[in-house]
């Protein structure tokens, strides 16, 4: 991933190799185009900031629209906003479809005919409750945490 700069300011982000060629159509460039080269055209390649750390579950990350300068490296940064409520509907619907695939893989364990004793039936049964109870946790739906099966 490239920026395009005019005087230490994007022109064009996102820019690309095929691009700096089509608007140079004048110019021969060999089939790999190093770094000094793309420079003398204000091309330079993109570094991603790190991660921001400590996000809430009410936050998401997201790369910046455009690059930024940070210590002469044209840098992409995240930027922490808030999840937006179709963003928040949508994680909760993953949780709720998986809580529900772990439902339906130990139906059998509270069926009449199950080979399973009361006592390991009854600990199939609190794990089932805990499943289900998954969309009261103070963190869902991106910070829960999931019962372990009998």
């Not at 080979?115 to 289900?132: G, M, N, Q, V």
């Not at 969309?135 to 999931?146: D, L, M």
Request: aromatic letters at 10%; hydrophobic letters at 35%.
């Amino acid at each position: 991933m490239y920026v395009k700069t005019i005087n230490n300011t994007v022109d064009e982000f996102p820019y690309s190799i095929k691009k700096l060629r089509k608007d140079n159509s004048g110019v021969s460039f060999p089939l790999e185009i190093n770094e000094e080269t793309l420079i003398s055209f204000g091309v330079f390649s993109i570094v991603r900031g790190e991660f921001p750390e400590n996000i809430s579950h009410t936050e998401t990350a997201v790369h910046a629209s455009a690059p930024v300068l940070v210590e002469g490296v044209w840098t992409l940064p995240w930027v922490v906003r808030d999840k937006t409520a179709d963003e928040i509907a949508s994680e909760a619907s993953s949780v709720r479809y998986e809580r529900d695939e772990l439902l339906t893989l130990c139906d059998w364990t509270q069926m009449p005919d199950s080979p399973l004793d009361d006592s390991t039936k009854a600990s199939w049964a609190t794990y089932r409750t805990e499943l289900r109870d998954i969309s009261e946790q103070a963190g869902f739906p991106t910070n829960i945490t999931w019962p372990t099966a009998p």
